[in-house]
């Protein structure tokens, strides 16, 4: 067995990679979200002088057919000590050093970069039974630092419940308007809103993750709504302004080309000095209005929250979002000498 990278252009090859990759991913869980093969063949074919993040997969092969693959990436513009990485086997041949073979293929190019903090997540169904990859992670020096739960959001909401909602909303946040676009930023906001894209990643709960704040400028936005648009997804993005005209807060609804009628809950954030008027609720009321407006097909919403961000949590009970599975993530420092 051999474990090699995968050219995205090569039609047959990464057909193959992804046909064994998702066939790993999904087994044995709920509604599972995948980006889709074209989706993935655009994100690695980003502009390497102009990426957020580096990308590549890589396929184990053993007699001449593909029995798992990997998805490796790492930060570019920030963040330079990490990389990530995902490792799937489909069930039937697990237990077989496949997984083995993957992960030190994908250890060993990131350490090429100079990345020491390892990263990667398990998907925990709730109450279920430990999942093996806990075991393969910890026994290789893992520690997990932070746990997600996957919660949906089914739709259409009761009749008049956003309407409740958005009363009760509004009546605490009288002082702040709301804006929302589909699609692209607009240029007035779009360097407010890579301040926002920005404190994101550091205001969110990361548990005792290493992760440390990103950096947005204009040129990631619009790279970022550049591959969107490749992709065939839509973004409905709904801000919060404050008396002075700044941006208090975001929160944002990802709607892909062909997901099964399912939307994703992306960024939310409310500045500090912003919150206690109820904004987070406020936005994601009317993010869900206009993504009805938008496309009434959708059936669900699906999101991630740290376990311990209590007021986001709250608000999304509120909403009425049903806890779905655990996203477990797991670190791993390297010794350097």
């Known amino acids: ?102 992960y030190d293929h994908a250890i060993a190019r990131l350490a090429e970069r100079g990345r020491t903090t390892l990263a990667t997540s398990v998907d925990q169904p709730i109450d279920g039974p430990e999942q093996p990859a806990v075991g393969f992670l910890t026994r290789r020096g893992f520690s997990r630092v932070n746990i997600e739960m996957r919660r949906a959001l089914d739709l259409p909401l009761p009749e008049g419940r956003l309407d409740e909602l958005h009363e009760k909303a509004a009546r605490a946040s009288s002082e702040y308007r709301s804006l929302t676009w589909v699609g692209h930023c607009p240029d007035e906001y779009a360097e407010q809103y890579t301040r926002l894209k920005s404190l994101l990643s550091s205001q969110a709960p990361l548990g005792e993750s290493g992760y440390q704040q990103e950096v947005w400028d204009l040129d990631r936005l619009r790279g970022e709504e550049k591959l969107l648009d490749q992709q065939g997804r839509t973004p409905i ?75 986001m949590n709250s608000v999304n009970n509120e909403l009425g979002f049903r806890s779905v599975e655990e996203s477990q993530e797991w670190e791993r420092h390297l010794v350097t000498t």
């Open 1 to 102: 067995m051999q474990v090699i990278l995968v050219d995205p252009t090569d039609d047959t090859m990464f057909a193959s990679w992804y046909r064994v990759y998702a066939a790993g991913v999904t087994h044995d869980r709920v509604d599972v979200p995948l980006y889709s093969m074209d989706e993935f063949r655009l994100m690695l074919s980003e502009d390497p002088k102009t990426r957020p993040w580096g990308r590549e997969v890589a396929a184990a092969v053993r007699d001449d057919e593909v029995v798992g693959g990997s998805f490796i990436d790492w930060p570019e513009r920030d963040n330079l000590n990490h990389g990530e990485f995902l490792l799937a086997v489909p069930a039937p041949l697990r237990g077989q050093g496949i997984g083995a073979a993957l």
């Open 237 to 311: 993005t709904t801000v919060a302004i404050a008396p002075d005209g700044s941006l208090a807060g975001h929160t944002q609804l990802m709607i892909p080309k062909d997901d099964d009628g399912r939307v994703f809950q992306w960024d939310t954030l409310i500045l500090p000095e912003h919150r206690g008027h109820r904004l987070g609720l406020l936005l994601k009321v009317i993010n869900l209005r206009r993504l009805i407006e938008e496309d009434p097909s959708r059936t669900r919403v699906q999101t991630w929250n740290a376990v311990q961000n209590g007021p």
